[in-house]
C-alpha cells in the first residue's frame, strides 16, 4: 500500500497522496518486530521521450521563428530538468520566462531571463516552447491581448491532457518526460543559436533596461519621514539583510509567499538562482496553503533526509532559512500553524506584510480606521464618503500577528520603520525558533481592488456573457469607459472557476453597474 502510494505521487505528474492508517495500527506495537516487513525503495518512475520526426519538426519551427520565447514551469522543476534546460538556453541564447514556482530551474540572473520584459515577450513571442508549464491564467491562457494573437504553442508536458488546452495546438504537443525530450530537442537545434541581435531581443532588452531602472529607483528609495513601509521598500530592506547573511547564489534560502500584493510583488523582489527554491499559491491561488508548505520546506530540507535541491557542499550550510511572506489575510487561514513549528523546532522565519485588508486596507490613521468601524457597527455606512464604513474586505488595523508566536515559544515583533525592520530581519534569521515579523505597510487606501483575472475583459465570441461595469475610486463609485466582461462557454473548467472569482469580487466590491440578463448569469452558474 504504501509503495502504491508513493508511486501515485512520483510517477506521471506528482500529486499528492493520502494513506489513512486505522488507529490500532497507528498506536499498537509489533508483536514480533523481526517479522516486520522492510519496504524495499522505489524505483525511479519511467522516463519518456518523443517522437523523433515530430522532434525534428518542432526544431525546424525554432529555428524559424523571429521572437521565440521558451515558458518554464514548476513541472521543469518537479522534473529535475534544469541540467538539461540550463544546457538549451546557454547554448541557444533563446529567451525564456519562469513561471512563479519554475524560478531557479534557469538562475533568475541569466541574461536571456526576460521576466522583467514579461509584457514585451508575451505580445511579441511568435513560436512559444512551454516547459512543464501550463496555460491557465498565471500566462493568461495563451490568449490575445496579452499574447501575440499568432503565436504557435508548443507544449512538452507529462500529462497527455494539457496537450492542446486552451491555445495550446495538440499537433506541436509533445507528452513525454522534461528531462528526456529537452535533450533530444537539443540534439536537433546544436550547434544553432538564436540572433541576440533580433528586434525582438533588442525590444526585450529596452524593456528590461526600463523597467529594472523604474524598480530599482523605487525600492531604493527611503521611506520619507512619518510615513507608512511601502511593498517594494520593505521588501527590499528584507531582501538585503537576507543576502548579508546568505547570497541568492548560495541557494541557502526557500521563498514562501501566499496573498494578493504579498504574493505577487515578491516574485520579483527576490531572485531564486536554484531551482525547488520558492512556492506559492500556484494553480488554483489558494489561501492558507502557505505556512503549511514552510513546515513541508523545512521537513524536506532541514530532517537530514536527502535534499531536495543542491548538495550541501555547495551551499554555505547544509541546513535552508525557511522565509514565508504572508498577507494578513492569508496568515489568518492558517496562523496557528506557528504552533506546530514551535513544538517541532523549526525556526522557520516569517512576514506578515499588514495592510489592514485583502489587496489593500481602508486607512492609515487609528483614529480614522475607527471612525469606520463605528459607522459600519452604527449602519450608517451608506451615506457618502463622511459615513463610509469597512468594507467587506476589511481587517482590523494593525493586528498584532506577532503575539501569535510569543504564545507558542517563538519571537514577534512588530516594526513600521526601516529601521525596525532590518533589526528585526536579522533576529528572525538568527533565531532558533519560529520568528513573526509583523511589517505595518500603506493601507493603499482608496485603490481598486483589482482580480487576476481582469485580463477576460478582452475576449470575444459569439456564444457568451457581457457583464458592464465601472470601478470604485476614493470611496465614491465613479463612472469610466465601459470595459465588458466575457465569459466564453468553450473555456475550460478552471478557466471558468476564476472568472466566478472574478464577478464574485466585482459584486462584493460594487463595481458591478448593471448586468444586461439576469438569465445570462443565472445560466453560466448552473452551467459552470
Given amino acids: 500500500m504504501l509503495q502504491n502510494a508513493y508511486r501515485s505521487c512520483w510517477f506521471g505528474r506528482p500529486g499528492t497522496g493520502f494513506i489513512d492508517l486505522p488507529a490500532e495500527i497507528i498506536q499498537g506495537v509489533a508483536e514480533e518486530p523481526e517479522e516486520t516487513e522492510t519496504i524495499k525503495m522505489i524505483e525511479a518512475a519511467p522516463s519518456g521521450g518523443a517522437d523523433e520526426a515530430k522532434i525534428f519538426k518542432i526544431a525546424q519551427l525554432?529555428?524559424?521563428?523571429?521572437?521565440?520565447?521558451?515558458?518554464?514551469?514548476?513541472?521543469?522543476?518537479?522534473?529535475?530538468?534544469?541540467?538539461?534546460?540550463?544546457?538549451?538556453?546557454?547554448?541557444?541564447?533563446?529567451?525564456?520566462?519562469?513561471?512563479?514556482?519554475?524560478?531557479?530551474?534557469?538562475?533568475?540572473?541569466?541574461?536571456?531571463?526576460?521576466?522583467?520584459?514579461?509584457?514585451?515577450?508575451?505580445?511579441?513571442?511568435?513560436?512559444?516552447?512551454?516547459?512543464?508549464?501550463?496555460?491557465?491564467?498565471?500566462?493568461?491562457?495563451?490568449?490575445?491581448?496579452?499574447?501575440?494573437?499568432?503565436?504557435?504553442?508548443?507544449?512538452?508536458?507529462?500529462?497527455?491532457?494539457?496537450?492542446?488546452?486552451?491555445?495550446?495546438?495538440?499537433?506541436?504537443?509533445?507528452?513525454?518526460?522534461?528531462?528526456?525530450?529537452?535533450?533530444?530537442?537539443?540534439?536537433?537545434?546544436?550547434?544553432?543559436?538564436?540572433?541576440?541581435?533580433?528586434?525582438?531581443?533588442?525590444?526585450?532588452?529596452?524593456?528590461?533596461?526600463?523597467?529594472?531602472?523604474?524598480?530599482?529607483?523605487?525600492?531604493?528609495?527611503?521611506?520619507?519621514?512619518?510615513?507608512?513601509?511601502?511593498?517594494?521598500?520593505?521588501?527590499?530592506?528584507?531582501?538585503?539583510?537576507?543576502?548579508?547573511?546568505?547570497?541568492?547564489?548560495?541557494?541557502?534560502v526557500v521563498y514562501i509567499a501566499e496573498g494578493a500584493n504579498t504574493m505577487d510583488i515578491s516574485r520579483s523582489a527576490f531572485p531564486v538562482e536554484h531551482p525547488r527554491l520558492r512556492l506559492d499559491a500556484g494553480t488554483y491561488a489558494t489561501m492558507?496553503?502557505?505556512?503549511?508548505?514552510?513546515?513541508?520546506?523545512?521537513?524536506?530540507?532541514?530532517?537530514?533526509?536527502?535534499?531536495?535541491?543542491?548538495?550541501?557542499?555547495?551551499?554555505?550550510?547544509?541546513?535552508?532559512?525557511?522565509?514565508?511572506?504572508?498577507?494578513?489575510?492569508?496568515?489568518?487561514?492558517?496562523?496557528?500553524?506557528?504552533?506546530?513549528?514551535?513544538?517541532?523546532?523549526?525556526?522557520?522565519?516569517?512576514?506578515?506584510?499588514?495592510?489592514?485588508?485583502?489587496?489593500?486596507?481602508?486607512?492609515?490613521?487609528?483614529?480614522?480606521?475607527?471612525?469606520?468601524?463605528r459607522n459600519t457597527l452604527e449602519a450608517k455606512s451608506s451615506m457618502g464618503e463622511a459615513a463610509a464604513g469597512l468594507r467587506s474586505t476589511s481587517l482590523g488595523y494593525e493586528v498584532r500577528y506577532e503575539k501569535l508566536a510569543e504564545a507558542c515559544g517563538g519571537k514577534g515583533f512588530f516594526v513600521r520603520t526601516e529601521e525596525e525592520l532590518g533589526k528585526a530581519t536579522r533576529a528572525g534569521y538568527e533565531a532558533k525558533v519560529p520568528v513573526i515579523v509583523n511589517v505595518a505597510i500603506k493601507s493603499g487606501k482608496g485603490s481598486t481592488l483589482v482580480s487576476s483575472c481582469a485580463s477576460f475583459d478582452h475576449y470575444g465570441s459569439s456564444d457568451l456573457t457581457r457583464l458592464s461595469f465601472c470601478s470604485r475610486s476614493g470611496g465614491r463609485l465613479a463612472r469610466r469607459k465601459r470595459k465588458k466582461v466575457v465569459i466564453r462557454r468553450s473555456y475550460d473548467l478552471e478557466a471558468r472557476s476564476h472568472i466566478v472569482h472574478f464577478i464574485y469580487v466585482c459584486i462584493h466590491e460594487d463595481m458591478l453597474e448593471r448586468i444586461p440578463s439576469p438569465s445570462c448569469l443565472d445560466s453560466f452558474f448552473s452551467f459552470h
Fill in 288 to 373: 492558507g496553503v502557505g505556512l503549511g508548505y514552510a513546515i513541508a520546506a523545512h521537513e524536506a530540507y532541514n530532517s537530514g533526509v536527502a535534499p531536495l535541491a543542491l548538495p550541501a557542499s555547495t551551499t554555505s550550510s547544509g541546513r535552508k532559512k525557511i522565509v514565508a511572506f504572508e498577507g494578513d489575510s492569508a496568515f489568518g487561514f492558517s496562523g496557528l500553524e506557528v504552533e506546530t513549528m514551535a513544538r517541532y523546532g523549526m525556526d522557520c522565519l516569517i512576514f506578515v506584510m499588514n495592510n489592514g485588508g485583502v489587496y489593500h486596507g481602508d486607512e492609515d490613521d487609528a483614529e480614522a480606521w475607527a471612525q469606520r468601524q
Fill in 62 to 252: 525554432i529555428k524559424g521563428a523571429k521572437a521565440p520565447l521558451v515558458i518554464i514551469g514548476k513541472g521543469a522543476a518537479y522534473a529535475r530538468a534544469e541540467g538539461p534546460i540550463r544546457e538549451l538556453i546557454n547554448n541557444t541564447s533563446l529567451p525564456f520566462l519562469p513561471s512563479p514556482m519554475g524560478k531557479g530551474v534557469v538562475a533568475d540572473s541569466h541574461p536571456c531571463n526576460t521576466a522583467s520584459a514579461r509584457s514585451t515577450a508575451l505580445q511579441g513571442a511568435d513560436v512559444v516552447l512551454l516547459l512543464g508549464a501550463r496555460l491557465n491564467w498565471i500566462f493568461h491562457f495563451g490568449a490575445a491581448p496579452k499574447w501575440n494573437p499568432a503565436a504557435k504553442f508548443i507544449q512538452v508536458d507529462i500529462s497527455p491532457e494539457e496537450i492542446g488546452r486552451n491555445s495550446g495546438d495538440p499537433d506541436l504537443g509533445i507528452v513525454g518526460d522534461i528531462k528526456t525530450v529537452v535533450p533530444q530537442l537539443f540534439k536537433q537545434l546544436f550547434p544553432w543559436k538564436y540572433d541576440i541581435s533580433s528586434p525582438y531581443n533588442k525590444k526585450l532588452a529596452a524593456a528590461k533596461a526600463k523597467n529594472e531602472a523604474n524598480a530599482a529607483k523605487a525600492s531604493e528609495t527611503p521611506t520619507p519621514s512619518g510615513s507608512p513601509l511601502t511593498y517594494t521598500r520593505a521588501y527590499h530592506i528584507i531582501k538585503e539583510t537576507l543576502h548579508s547573511y546568505s547570497p541568492a547564489s548560495e541557494g541557502s
